[in-house]
């Protein structure tokens, strides 16, 4: 049941609060990651009007990542895994917030041919949040290796705030920047997943992901909740441009739900 809670451990929480990541395994059950992959292979091949994709086949984006995001507001299969309390409650045991509210979803696919990695950046400075605490949990729907897309993370730079934005397709390299003049990119570590398998990762904790070398997509889902009671920064955004929320205004209502 996606709505049944489970009990993430005192290393993962220890862990998750040192270091800024943590790996959680066998999140999506063998039944459920079939159900998944077919409700999200629907959702990248529709054209809903509810959720957006950020490029298309052909541009710079899409050899990086091709994204849709939020595909719960279109597709209901999307919307069981995606509002589900058993990862936003995950989310809430590892942040030690009184509850979490769903930012966005986006569906990941790094596709075979032109793939190029996801450069180094940080999640939190793209959020039009005014406080930190914002995080993602990022679910493989393959097996993931450093020849097919998995994700690198490096450790306790969830620290290190008020960076710049790192464009995806046109990067500068964030570890020149004066603010990240103290994290090493040898400490980065490496996480393989099987499919169904989870990291959940800070909003400013630096990550990349490789670059995809086999002939078929590698599909992931995340998922980013925010502490209830975040407020609106006023920065634009895909998920708030066109809503009603002033600055300073906690982000909440039928758009960004408390799931946990
Ligand atoms: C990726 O899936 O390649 C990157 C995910 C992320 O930046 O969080
Ligand atoms: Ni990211």
Known sequence: MLDQTIAVTDEQ??????????????????????????????????SGRNSVQTDKSGGVYFNVLNQRVN??????????????????????????????????DHALFKMPGDSKPTPWHQDAPYWPMNESG?????????????NNGCMMFVPKSQRIKNLRNVDLAKPHDIFADEGAKDVDRNTAVVVP???????FHDGMTFHYAHANHTDRPRRALAIIYMPDGTTYSGKKHVCTDGQDFKAGEPLGGGSFPKLA
């Open 193 to 199: 997943l099987k499919a169904g398998s989870c990291t």
């Open 13 to 46: 929480i220890a862990y998750y609060r040192e270091n800024g990541f943590v790996q959680v395994d066998n999140m999506v059950k063998p039944d459920e990651l079939a159900e998944l992959r077919e409700a999200l292979d629907e959702a990248m091949g529709a």
């Open 71 to 104: 595909v719960w507001r279109d597709h209901g299969g999307m919307a069981r895994f995606v509002l589900s309390r058993r990862f936003a409650d995950a989310a809430r045991q590892l942040t030690g917030s009184s509850g979490m509210r769903l930012f966005h």
């Open 134 to 146: 914002g995080m993602s949990i990022w679910i493989a729907l393959d097996d993931v290796d450093e």
